[in-house]
């Protein structure tokens, strides 16, 4: 926990300092909205998907926030495993870091699930350390959009311990004694 938080103090990253944070909240204040679209307006919610896409498609630091401010809804929920945010503005700012941060990135699709209340996006992150490493990590965005197709609910779920673990030595080793005894 320790390395996680020097982690996240590196990067300029608050939490919500609670696993569910405001997370709940979110997802119930979300519901009627994403069924809507879901169901009225499946061409915005297809057009709001591609959007998001494009944008982790081209995770530049020079244009990630503007792009950003065209996928989110300017109250949006945000929740990445590692900070909770809400705002399009606040959302576009911590991605924009993020991309600062990235010496390389590669997001890989690998499925697109729809239910009546949103979209489920199955992924394989593949970032370059700044040491070289190549680190992959498997993952699901859960969205919900809004009938005019911007995202009003974003969490991801996401391999964090493995990912941490190929970036600081230490970590892996502990989290490697930690599975042998499980």
């Not at 300092?17 to 061409?43: I, N, S, V, W």
């Not at 040491?131 to 965005?141: Q, T």
């Given at each position: 926990v320790v390395v996680v938080m020097m982690v996240l103090a590196m990067?300029?990253?608050?939490?919500?300092?609670?696993?569910?944070?405001?997370?709940?909240?979110?997802?119930?204040?979300?519901?009627?909205?994403?069924r809507r679209a879901m169901a009225q307006a499946p061409e915005a919610v297809d057009e709001g998907l591609g959007r998001f896409l494009e944008l982790f498609d081209t995770f530049e630091a020079a244009s990630v926030a503007e792009a950003a401010l065209r996928v989110y809804a300017d109250d949006a929920?945000?929740?990445?495993?590692?900070?909770e945010l809400e705002g399009a503005g606040a959302i576009a700012d911590y991605l924009a870091r993020s991309a600062e941060h990235a010496t390389s990135l590669e997001i890989e699709i690998e499925e697109i699930v729809r239910s009546?209340?949103?979209?489920?996006?199955?992924w394989m992150m593949l970032?370059?350390?700044?040491?070289?490493?190549?680190?992959?990590?498997?993952?699901?965005?859960?969205?919900?959009?809004?009938?005019?197709?911007?995202?009003?609910?974003?969490?991801?779920y996401w391999d964090a311990s493995g990912a941490l673990a190929s970036m600081v030595p230490v970590v892996g080793s502990v989290l490697e004694a930690v599975r042998k005894r499980l």
């Amino acid at each position: 926990v320790v390395v996680v938080m020097m982690v996240l103090a590196m990067i300029g990253c608050r939490s919500s300092g609670d696993l569910r944070g405001d997370g709940p909240r979110a997802l119930e204040a979300t519901e009627d909205e994403a069924r809507r679209a879901m169901a009225q307006a499946p061409e915005a919610v297809d057009e709001g998907l591609g959007r998001f896409l494009e944008l982790f498609d081209t995770f530049e630091a020079a244009s990630v926030a503007e792009a950003a401010l065209r996928v989110y809804a300017d109250d949006a929920y945000f929740h990445d495993g590692f900070v909770e945010l809400e705002g399009a503005g606040a959302i576009a700012d911590y991605l924009a870091r993020s991309a600062e941060h990235a010496t390389s990135l590669e997001i890989e699709i690998e499925e697109i699930v729809r239910s009546d209340s949103g979209v489920y996006v199955r992924w394989m992150m593949l970032f370059t350390t700044s040491g070289g490493k190549e680190v992959h990590a498997p993952g699901i965005s859960h969205l919900r959009f809004s009938p005019d197709g911007h995202i009003v609910y974003h969490r991801d779920y996401w391999d964090a311990s493995g990912a941490l673990a190929s970036m600081v030595p230490v970590v892996g080793s502990v989290l490697e004694a930690v599975r042998k005894r499980l």
